[in-house]
């Protein structure tokens, strides 16, 4: 099973037009910030949202064309839908909440109940099946929503933010069962999520939603490596810039001045948090040939390290040990000198 998709919808004033390729037994992992159309793609996909241009064709069926007229309703999609919230009927025991997509689409309610109950053994809440969505934990209901999208046998998952509801204990145990399953599972999976946690866990590649659009693809390795956007360098955890080389010296965007390692021409430079040294005064003996005054914004404890963030001509975020905050005594709104040498910022063309 494959998806082959050109979403083009808009929604009051938000217009969403990307195109997308998922292969078979491969799970894509969409992030992106708050509104940048996750939920549109995802309630285009499943037939809640229909498109104005486009295609969308699973494995070489059409699901929704414009140009031909062609739209499947949601309930005769041969996919399976995981909701962030769950969705699950409060007056149902889990069991035919599992039961109820195959009841739907017309099958025998012994046969189907047998289904639902198989399901739910291999989900390991066998022992629930007759509790009802109030009488079940955050983690056992997504469970359940998860048997019940997989009991459908569909040719594709849909899951929208599956974990963002649950606490971190729930979280863990939860996002162990979806490995698993995802795992085993054949058809095409997509995954909605603003957690790059869940992307690295879950995921073989990842597309990057923003303002409506692909920013960046590739698998997590790749855009780790290279990020294109400034959304995708603080989701990884890094620095970026982009500007101009020339004679060794990128000129940024925002006009501040880098000496680089680097051929001349458009590049993307990224800055590894830890490469990075603070102190009180500019070092004059030091071997870094880059050094920028700037102030201290947030700091972030994280054990014995902290985030630093430095507003000025670049800003930036440093990481440095625990210590090394204390001995410093910073504070925000602290004057400080940041440090870096040229070989450690890696550029690649813009």
Not at 80 to 107: C, I, K, P, W
Not at 175 to 191: N, V, Y
Not at 263 to 283: E, K, M, N, W, Y
């Amino acid at each position: 099973m494959s998806l082959d998709a050109h979403v083009a919808v808009r929604v009051g004033d938000f217009e969403l037009d990307v195109e997308l390729d998922v292969g078979s037994g491969e799970v894509l992992a969409v992030l992106g910030p708050n509104g940048s159309g996750k939920s549109t793609l995802l309630r285009a996909l499943a037939g809640l949202t229909p498109i104005d241009r486009g295609h969308i064709r699973l494995d070489g069926v059409v699901l929704d064309d414009p140009a031909t007229d062609t739209f499947v309703p949601p309930e005769q999609r041969p996919i399976g839908v995981v909701f962030q919230d769950y969705l699950l009927f409060a007056h149902l025991s889990a069991t035919e909440n599992v039961a109820f997509g195959l009841r739907a689409r017309g099958g025998d309610k012994r046969a189907a109940r047998s289904i639902a109950a198989t399901w739910l053994d291999r989900v390991g809440l066998a022992d629930l099946a007759s509790m009802r969505p109030a009488q079940l934990s955050g983690g056992q209901a997504q469970r359940v929503a998860l048997a019940r999208a997989l009991a459908t046998d569909p040719a594709m998952l849909l899951l929208d933010e599956p974990l963002a509801a649950l606490d971190v204990s729930a979280r863990q145990d939860v996002r162990r069962t979806l490995r698993e399953h995802l795992s085993t599972f054949e058809g095409t999976r997509l995954l909605v999520t603003h957690d790059p946690i869940d992307a690295y866990a879950l995921a073989d590649r990842v597309a990057i939603l923003e303002g409506g659009r692909i920013a960046q693809t590739g698998t997590i390795a790749e855009v780790t490596a290279h990020p294109r956007s400034r959304y995708v360098a603080e989701l990884v955890g890094t620095n970026l810039m982009r500007g101009v080389v020339v004679d060794g010296v990128l000129t940024t965007d925002g006009g501040a001045r880098v000496v680089v390692a680097a051929d001349p021409g458009p590049v993307f430079a990224v800055i590894r948090p830890q490469a990075i040294t603070l102190s009180l005064a500019a070092d004059p003996t030091s071997s870094a040939r880059n050094i920028w005054p700037g102030v201290v914004g947030d700091i972030e404890r994280l054990g014995d390290r902290a985030r630093v963030g430095v507003r000025g001509p670049l800003p930036m975020v440093a990481e440095i040990t625990a210590a090394a905050l204390d001995a410093l005594g910073l504070r925000p709104g602290d004057d400080v000198y940041a440090s870096l040498k040229a070989t450690d910022i890696t550029t690649y063309p813009a």
